[in-house]
């Protein structure tokens, strides 16, 4: 049996919870042929149901997002020094930052995202 989909459409991250209901779909008596995970496909009803949420986080692991700037503010610079200072050589945090882009014509704006926690792993962006 072939059985195939499509995933990280919209510039979706793909998730654990999303792997696992593409397994989940395999184990049916008829899985789901061309399914779709990662969007709620309410055109053509492809989706796979996430049934277990999976969270691979350490406990203690801190995730945050902060409000944005526009293009050349110095937020992008900013939140580069936050997120040094927080995961520094000076302490015994380990930090991870992202910065969503979004650009127009005329302007641009910034969303931050940053985590930090006391284990060295690298995490998924999931807020």
């Known amino acids: 049996m072939i059985v195939g989909g499509r995933y990280g459409l919209g510039s979706k991250d793909t998730t654990p919870s999303q792997i696992k209901a593409v397994f989940d779909n395999l184990k049916e008596e008829n899985p789901k042929d061309r399914f779709t995970i990662g969007i ?9 149901e996430i049934k277990e ?5 350490p406990e203690g692991t801190i ?5 944005g700037g ?3 503010d110095g937020t992008v610079g900013a939140n580069k020094s936050a997120i ?6 000076d302490t015994d945090m380990y930090a991870q930052g992202y910065l969503h882009t979004i650009v127009k014509i005329r302007w641009s704006y910034h969303i931050p995202f940053k985590i930090w926690s006391r284990t060295n792993k690298i995490h998924l962006f999931d807020f």
């Open 40 to 48: 709620v496909d309410d055109v053509t009803y492809t989706s796979l």
């Open 53 to 57: 949420e999976i969270n691979t986080e």
């Open 63 to 67: 995730r945050c997002k902060f409000w």
């Open 70 to 72: 526009f293009g050349s």
């Open 84 to 89: 040094k200072i927080i995961g520094g050589d």
